[in-house]
């Protein structure tokens, strides 16, 4: 596990190092965390396709938001989990209204309605309610 979060602009930065020089193709996979892709790219790296997937996917990385990428890339590393002191009352009915509207979210995220970032997004608003 890594200490810190990967960052979106180094990841960008080493796809597009990746599409200039060919000896550069796959390191912006090891570095979000995909070694098979890595060592795929740097195997075809004599050919222009990881030039050209790793320029697009510098643009990608940067076209995407930041909850975005850490939802992809930096899942398990960062985490929002808030704390309730003991001093704090949360409402039990409260708590059981949001955990339905999570259950109906996973649902609609499980029938292709929305997407995992939407879900994602719309779970911690859930969340941050109980509190």
């Known amino acids: 596990m890594l200490d810190k979060p ?5 990841a ?3 796809a597009f190092a990746g599409a200039v020089a060919p000896i550069g193709a796959g390191l912006h996979k ?3 965390g995909q070694p098979l892709w890595g060592i ?3 195997l075809l790296s004599m050919t222009p396709i990881p030039r050209v997937a790793s320029a697009i ?8 938001g930041a909850d975005e990428f850490d939802l992809k ?3 398990g590393v960062v985490s929002t989990v808030k704390v309730v002191s003991s001093t704090e009352s949360v409402d039990p009915g409260q708590i059981s209204a949001v955990a339905d509207a999570v259950r109906q979210l996973d649902q609609l995220r499980a029938d ?4 995992e970032y939407e879900f994602e997004q719309k779970r911690r608003q859930l969340l941050d309610r109980i509190t």
């Not at 996917?57 to 995407?64: A, I, M, N, P, S």
């Not at 292709?112 to 997407?115: A, C, D, M, Q, Y």
Request: hydrophobic share 50%; net charge positive; glycine share 6%.
């Open 73 to 75: 890339f930096n899942e």
């Open 112 to 115: 292709g309605l929305i997407s």
């Open 12 to 14: 960008a930065a080493l």
């Open 30 to 32: 090891f570095y979000v």
């Open 6 to 10: 990967r960052n979106r602009k180094v």
């Open 40 to 42: 795929l790219y740097l």
């Open 57 to 64: 996917e510098g643009v990608w990385y940067l076209t995407q």
